[in-house]
C-alpha cells in the first residue's frame, strides 16, 4: 500500500511568486491534515480536511495560504504571494477516520521543503 | 490549549547505553499523547500511541514510555541504543483519540556514538 506522498519534495522561490503544494493520502483515508515546520521551531498544525471540507482550519496563518480538497482525494496548499517567513518544511498527514482501533493514527509524507528567497 | 515541551533538542549517547527522551506536557483535559520518528529524508512514524489505557505503553523498535500524569510527563526510553536509532523524535498531544490536530515538540535529535 502507497504511503501518504508530496509534490514536490523542494522547492525554491522568489519573494511574491507563487507555490502549490500537492499531497496524495493514502487511499481511503478521509482525514487529511496539513502541518509547517519552520526552521528550529516546533510542527505546527495548519488545517484539517474531512474528505472535501475543512473541519478546522484555525491554523493557517494568514489569507495568503488556501487549500483545497477536490473530491476528497489529493490536497493542494497554494502560497500566494510568498513571503520569506513561510520557508519551513510542509508535512501532510492522513487517518482513516473509522471506529475502527488504530484507525486515527495519522501517517505522515516525507514532506516539502519550501525556500523563499 | 494544549503545548509539549521537550526538553534536549539535541541528545547524544554510545551504542548500546540508555536513551532517554524527554517530554513534557500541558494539557486542560486527559490528554492523548505520541511519539513520533523522523529518519532522514523520510515522514514521521508513529513510534507509540498512549490513549488512556496502560500507563506504561511500548512501541516499536524496543521503545516504550510512561505516562506519569503527577509530573505530567511522558519520556521515551529504549534501554540498548543501536546505530539504526539515530533520528529526530517528536512528541505530540491531541485532545482526544479521534481525528483531532496534533501539537507537537520542537522534536530531538538523537546521535548514536559508535
Sequence with gaps: EAGVTQFPSHSVIEKGQTVTLRCDPI??????????????????????????????????????????RTGGTYSTLKVQPAELEDSGVYFCASSQGSMRANSYEQYFGPGTRLTVT | ???????????????????????????SVPPYLFWYVQYPNQGLQLLLKY????????????????????????????????????AEYFCAVSVSWGAQKLVFGQGTRLTINP
Excluded at chain 1, 46 to 51: E, Y
Excluded at chain 2, 2 to 26: I, P
Design chain 1, 27 to 68: 487511499s481511503g483515508h478521509d482525514n487529511l491534515y496539513w502541518y509547517r515546520r519552520v526552521m528550529g521551531k516546533e510542527i505546527k498544525f495548519l488545517l484539517h480536511f474531512v474528505k472535501e471540507s475543512k473541519q478546522d482550519e484555525s491554523g493557517m496563518p494568514n489569507n495568503r495560504f488556501l487549500a483545497e
Design chain 2, 51 to 86: 490513549t488512556s489505557a496502560a500507563t506504561l505503553v511500548k512501541g516499536i523498535n524496543g521503545f516504550e514510555a510512561e505516562f506519569k500524569k503527577s509530573e505530567t510527563s511522558f519520556h521515551l526510553t529504549k534501554p540498548s541504543a543501536h546505530m539504526s536509532d539515530a
Design chain 2, 1 to 27: 490549549a494544549q503545548s509539549v515541551t521537550q526538553l534536549g533538542s539535541h541528545v547524544s549517547v554510545s551504542e548500546g547505553a540508555l536513551v532517554l527522551l524527554r517530554c513534557n506536557y500541558s494539557s
